[in-house]
T-cell receptor, first 114, second 115 residues
Framework: DGGITQSPKYLFRKEGQNVTLSCEQN?????MYWYRQDPGQGLRLIYY???????QKGDIAEGYSVSREKKESFPLTVTSAQKNPTAFYLC?????????????FGPGTRLLVL | AQSVAQPEDQVNVAEGNPLTVKCTYS??????LFWYVQYPNRGLQFLLK??????LVKGSYGFEAEFNKSQTSFHLKKPSALVSDSALYFC?????????????FGSGTRLQVQP
């Protein structure tokens, strides 16, 4: 899992609550990504950021928000508008947003709804 | 648009035998192809990638993959499987043509290596 840390490992959300998942990297990477993985499925892109203070929506951005105020950090907020948030959330980073760059993944956060 | 297909949900192989995990892709423009492995409740680990050049790509843990442009395939192979290779494997393409910089994933292939 290299130099990417995600916290917490498990997170419980109550109905109507916003929760924030942390992602930090010490790889000096410019680009960072958030993916969602549902059981038996592949990963789907939520948001990505190629540089500080800039980010773009992915395929399933509704109900999520992000910020990129520091190069090392790309937190993901799961808002109350996300009606089915139970999933495994994976953060990734790459040296740059160039297409040939390898993305490296963190260990993931499992979000469960109470 | 880009898409990927891993036609086998699960591959079973005996330890010591060769293994193949199949992947076919569809992208517009030149493909950039990646293989990742995921162990239970863990993040994805990078195995190898094809960018350009030699069609046979060697990666981590003795894995290799062969790029076949005419068949739009990028099958993952290993000459001798280990029980510890049992995991979920993802093939993921990218293309530079659309501006999309993130990977596209299918549902993956579960590899089960029997002792």
């Amino acid at each position: 899992d290299g130099g990417i840390t995600q916290s917490p490992k498990y997170l419980f959300r109550k109905e109507g609550q916003n929760v924030t998942l942390s992602c930090e990297q010490n790889l000096n990477h410019d680009a960072m990504y958030w993916y969602r993985q549902d059981p038996g499925q592949g990963l789907r892109l939520i948001y990505y950021s190629q540089i500080v203070n800039d980010f773009q929506k992915g395929d399933i951005a509704e109900g999520y928000s992000v910020s990129r105020e520091k190069k090392e950090s790309f937190p993901l907020t799961v808002t109350s508008a996300q009606k089915n948030p139970t999933a495994f959330y994976l953060c990734a980073s790459s040296m740059s947003g160039a297409v040939q760059e390898t993305q490296y993944f963190g260990p993931g956060t499992r979000l469960l709804v109470l | 648009a880009q898409s990927v297909a891993q036609p086998e949900d699960q591959v079973n192989v005996a330890e010591g035998n060769p293994l193949t995990v199949k992947c076919t892709y569809s992208v517009s423009g030149n493909p950039y192809l990646f293989w990742y492995v995921q162990y239970p409740n863990r993040g994805l680990q990078f195995l190898l990638k094809y960018i350009t050049g030699d069609n046979l790509v060697k990666g981590s843990y003795g894995f290799e993959a062969e790029f076949n442009k005419s068949q739009t395939s990028f099958h993952l192979k290993k000459p001798s499987a280990l029980v510890s290779d049992s995991a979920l494997y993802f093939c993921a393409p990218k293309t530079g043509d659309t501006g999309r910089r993130a990977l596209t994933f299918g549902s993956g292939t579960r590899l089960q290596v029997q002792p």
